[in-house]
């Protein structure tokens, strides 16, 4: 994957989506504010689109990520406060 041009997005379902159709972000804390970088490719566009086709996910399987990709948040925010 080719970060060199990353799509910047802050929505934690989002990235918590994709992680669990294999496409990993990843994390930058810019002033504060947590941001998921993902590759400007074609597979990232279609993710997108199937998120905001609302896709059926298995629950149980996109609440843990979600879980998991919140705690990455808060510790990349605190991390950066020192």
């Given amino acids: ?4 041009k ?3 997005i ?4 989002f990235a918590a989506f994709a992680s669990l159709n294999k496409l990993t972000p990843r994390i930058q804390n810019r002033n504060g504010r ?6 400007a490719e074609e597979v990232f566009f279609t993710l ?3 998120f ?4 059926p996910v298995p629950v149980v399987d ?3 990520e979600l879980k998991k990709v919140k705690a990455l948040m808060w510790a990349t925010k605190e991390g950066g406060r020192k």
């Fill in 62 to 64: 996109f609440t843990a």
């Fill in 6 to 8: 990353a799509v910047p």
């Fill in 48 to 50: 997108v689109q199937r």
């Fill in 10 to 13: 802050s929505d934690p379902h």
């Fill in 1 to 4: 994957m080719d970060f060199e």
């Fill in 34 to 39: 947590v941001y998921f970088l993902f590759p």
């Fill in 52 to 55: 905001y086709d609302n896709e």
